[in-house]
């Protein structure tokens, strides 16, 4: 399984992007804003589980060296994401277009689609990553809305960088 070399381009920028924002904003204590979860979304659709799991785990190491923060956190909860992206894939979108080798895109799968693609993947990660920064000792009343936070600009931050990218073409 090849990858372009475009890919590779987007996600070194997306990573840079992403350590950018883990050691220059500080955004708050109810928000954590990820924009490398789009390299493993935007994956093409080939890509079997096993290698698509190596890839967000090295994904996620990159952006916890980059970002400065505890070391597997990333990498962790993208592995727990990319463990559900084929079925979550399956369900979202239309038997015809999974079994393209295309990648998932709004303008592939369309909005409505690849926007509840997303905003599952995206809890799923934001849920680990939550969690295991926790680790139990905050209470549910700051994790909860935590969750629900980073989740909502998230899922927008991700469909919308997946917007300016993407397939150019539209399914027939």
Do not use: C
């Not at 399984?1 to 350590?19: D, N």
């Not at 698509?52 to 070391?71: E, K, N, P, S």
């Amino acid at each position: 399984m090849r990858i372009s070399g475009q890919h590779i381009v987007t996600a070194i920028l997306l990573l840079l992007a992403q350590a950018l924002i883990d050691n220059s904003i500080h955004i708050g204590l109810y928000l954590y804003a990820a924009v490398f979860p789009v390299i493993v979304l935007s994956l093409p659709y080939r890509f079997r589980t096993i290698p698509t799991i190596i890839i967000a785990f090295a994904t996620g190491l990159a952006a916890d060296a980059a970002g400065g923060g505890v070391l597997g956190l990333n990498a962790a909860a993208l592995t727990a994401a990319a463990y559900f992206r084929k079925p979550l894939i399956a369900i979202t979108t239309n038997k015809d277009i999974f079994e393209k080798e295309e990648r998932p895109s709004p303008r592939a799968i369309g909005y409505l689609g690849f926007s509840a693609y997303t905003a599952i993947f995206i809890l799923i990660f934001i849920t680990v990553y939550v969690l295991l920064d926790s680790m139990g000792i905050e209470p549910a009343s700051v994790n909860i809305p935590k969750i629900l936070v980073s989740w909502a600009v998230n899922t927008a931050i991700a469909v919308a960088l997946a917007s300016l990218g993407g397939n150019r073409r539209r399914p027939s």
